[in-house]
């Protein structure tokens, strides 16, 4: 027998398996396409964790899978962290389908272990699970969420005792620890009444902390608001609590998008909770339009990431991540060289595939740039590093997915925060006449023009992982030499020698870097079923970046 089928069978027949997910893996039987595409593998950790379609099979999110991550987990944690047991777990989760039950469940398997569990008493944000950790002192944390997913997705997220999420260094011996588990069905989780004072349901004291913290971040903590009002929405997720209490605590007037403020597991009122797609925004552009608003922002389900939309010439229009990251970036430096407060070890972090605009305005202020790989996880590792060693000041980090962190109260990327900051520039920005938008043409005006793009190629199952694969290959083996006469200077390849001796992570990513200063990245999802092509394209105006990005796109998205 197939292996797949093999596994299908022993999932169907088991006596731990609950009656709802028999049932449902009863409903396949004939339907072998669809038995190979949730048994032909388990599925695997990627940047943001582990995420993927909820169901029945081992390449599916469910109860069976989360035990077999969280019994890893923990013999990870014991294997490491000989205190890991009294020190505990903290898990959160967001608004999506299952999430309560999966962080039961995680907290369940944890208490079988003997490993103390934190929970909250309802759904918190993916930065205030990281503060959490930090400030109970907990041996690691876990996050149930697919971020901005649709809503038949939901995954799992790791986090070290410093609130990172774990890097491959880590990743690496955990998952081998997972691989081990020889069987996944069988594997023991307490009900809280089982598991009594080896699980804490927190209170609100950890909110509070985390409110503090972040208003604590305020750099112009008077300026001016009468004049200034926001329009917000959560997208149906964990931001609207947070978001809107330090809002109003700051003295900001806030109109909530009522209709996307309740938590929902299916996003019924948004037809897209990212907020990199334009879709996000359309009842919050009606708000912000009605309203006369200056800004409008919405932060992804789990809250960790921030999109922006501001006036422009009279109407409103979204501002991509790299161009808010770069406002903030500007807005943080320019006030630290204002008032003599910018330390002279400063560093800002951002990732391999954002925007070089960003390291202009450090190459102003005199700051140092770091480079890491797509994920978060990867600066919150940097931050580690800086304050252990006292070798760099981090003053800001972001990434062109709509993340940044401004604070290290958090080692991931935080929506709270940005809500905040991003408010505090606009508003202060306006006191001097100018919108967002005009803030960054002033910032086109001294760097030059930059125009960002990404192109997702979406390949879905086993047949498109192979095609990805194939795509990334291809360009490896046979790269451009030039676009439109400019010369392709320098190719960075994350699985060679010669990146790791930089000290980069192997990772699938090819980097190709132009004469002109423009580049293209391309890296196959951690998380999903797509390639992902960045482009950073320099040019005098709009209109000649255009061009050049047109036949980037023609050259490499073969």
Known sequence: MKEYLETYREWKESPFVDEETKQELIALEGNEAEIYERFYKVIEFGTGGMRGVIGAGTNRINRYVIRKATLGYAQYLKQTNRRAAEMGVVIAHDNRRMSREFCLETAGVLAAEGIRAYIFDSLRTTPELSFAVRILGAAGGAVITASHNPPEYNGYKLYDQHGCQLVPCYTDVLISIINKIEDPLSIKSLSLEEAGDLITVLGPEVDEAYYEAVMNIRLRPDVPRDDFSVVYTPQHGTGNVPVREVLKRCGYHVTPVTEQCFPDKDFINTKSPNPENKEAYELAMEYVTRTGADIAITTDPDCDRLGVIAKKKGKYELLSGNQSGAILLNYILEYHSQNGT?????????????????????????????????????????????????????????????????????????????????????????????????????????????????????????????????????????????????????????????????????????????????????????????????????????????????????????
């Open 342 to 558: 910018l330390p002279e070890n400063a560093v800002m972090c951002n990732t391999v595939v954002t925007s070089t605009l960003g390291d202009r305005v450090c190459e102003k202020y005199g700051v140092k740039v770091e480079k890491t790989l797509t994920g978060f996880k990867f600066i919150g590792d940097k931050i580690h590093t800086y304050n252990s060693t006292g070798s760099q000041t981090y003053m800001f980090g972001y990434e062109e997915s709509y993340g940044c962190l401004i604070s290290d109260i958090a080692r991931d990327k935080d929506g709270v925060q940005a809500s905040l900051m991003l408010c505090e520039a606009a508003a202060y920005y306006k006191t001097l006449g100018k919108s967002l938008w005009d803030v960054l043409h002033d910032l086109y005006a001294e760097f030059g023009y930059y125009l960002d793009a990404l192109t997702n190629v979406v390949h879905k199952g086993s047949a498109g992982a192979k095609k990805i694969a194939a795509l990334v290959d291809n360009l490896r083996n046979e790269p451009p030499t030039e676009v439109e006469g400019i010369v392709v200077t320098e190719v960075e390849d994350y699985l060679s020698d010669h990146m790791q001796a930089l000290g980069f992570p192997s990772s699938n990513v090819l980097r190709f870097i132009l004469a002109d200063g423009s580049w293209v990245a391309v890296r196959p999802s951690g998380t999903e079923p797509k390639c992902k092509y960045y482009y950073c394209v320099t040019g005098n105006d709009l209109a000649a970046a255009k061009a050049k990005l047109s036949a980037m796109r023609h050259v490499f998205e073969r």
